[in-house]
């Protein structure tokens, strides 16, 4: 079998996209809507998320389904990492922390869609790879640090969204402190077994609001 160009790549990358869109339509109860927003659709098109997993997996990139990284990690399956963006309605401009690099797809995808991204990552080895692929691939908008995520990154706080690619039993206080008035952020929340996918709005008036949305599955934050 002769190697993959990166042709056949964007077929996979456009059924990919397909399937997400397919997801949506079924969902449509548990969302209160049917398609995926254009712009995350646009930016799930263009970045090569076969770049952004291990080597020995960049066949199998586009399935749909999570796929292992290292560390007990994962990437979350396409449909998930798309609806956690569009629950997050970023908007170009918009400052946005990420807790949870792993390989730097998502930080991409939010680069796409024009946000300032800051990402936290505890796995020194993730950082670092997702640290070149951003940079090899001119995603310049996009900074890295090695950390507890949980904390945030206070440095560059408030932010207009945050998201969260771990659960928690209850949305971190330091992330919330963090979120800008009429921020949002899309964290899991639950217990190792029960989680639900949760969209948390903050109030002029600092007021915090937890809208559950689906059941999901994803490893703890570490705190």
């Known amino acids: ?17 397909e399937v997400v869109d397919l997801h949506f339509d079924l969902t449509e109860a548990e969302l209160g809507k049917s398609e995926l927003d254009p712009h995350v659709r646009a930016a799930m098109m263009e970045v090569p998320r076969h770049l952004f997993v291990p080597a020995q997996l960049a066949a199998v990139a586009y399935h749909d389904g999570p796929l292992p990284i290292g560390f007990d990690k994962t990437i979350s399956q396409p449909y998930i ?49 997702a640290s070149l692929r951003l ?52 964290v899991p929340i639950g217990s190792k077994d029960v989680q639900q996918l949760s969209v948390v709005t903050k109030s002029a008036t600092g007021d915090a609001e937890i809208r559950e949305v689906i059941p999901v599955r994803f490893t703890q934050l570490e705190v």
Do not use: C
């Open 81 to 129: 990492g798309a609806l956690m963006l569009d629950l997050m309605e970023v908007r170009p401009g918009h400052k946005v922390l990420e807790v949870g690099t792993g390989y730097g797809y998502q930080a991409a995808l939010l680069a796409e869609l024009g946000a300032e991204v800051w990402t936290v990552e505890i796995v020194e080895e993730f950082a670092g790879e």
């Open 135 to 186: 940079q090899q691939l001119g995603y310049n908008r996009v900074q890295v640090r090695v950390g507890d995520g949980s904390r945030g990154w206070i440095e560059h706080a408030p932010y207009d969204r945050i998201l969260v690619t771990a659960a928690a039993k209850a949305p971190p206080p330091p992330l919330l402190e963090q979120l800008a008035p009429d921020g949002r952020m899309v």
């Open 1 to 17: 079998m002769k190697p993959m160009t990166e042709q056949h790549l964007a077929i996979f990358r456009r059924h990919m996209v």
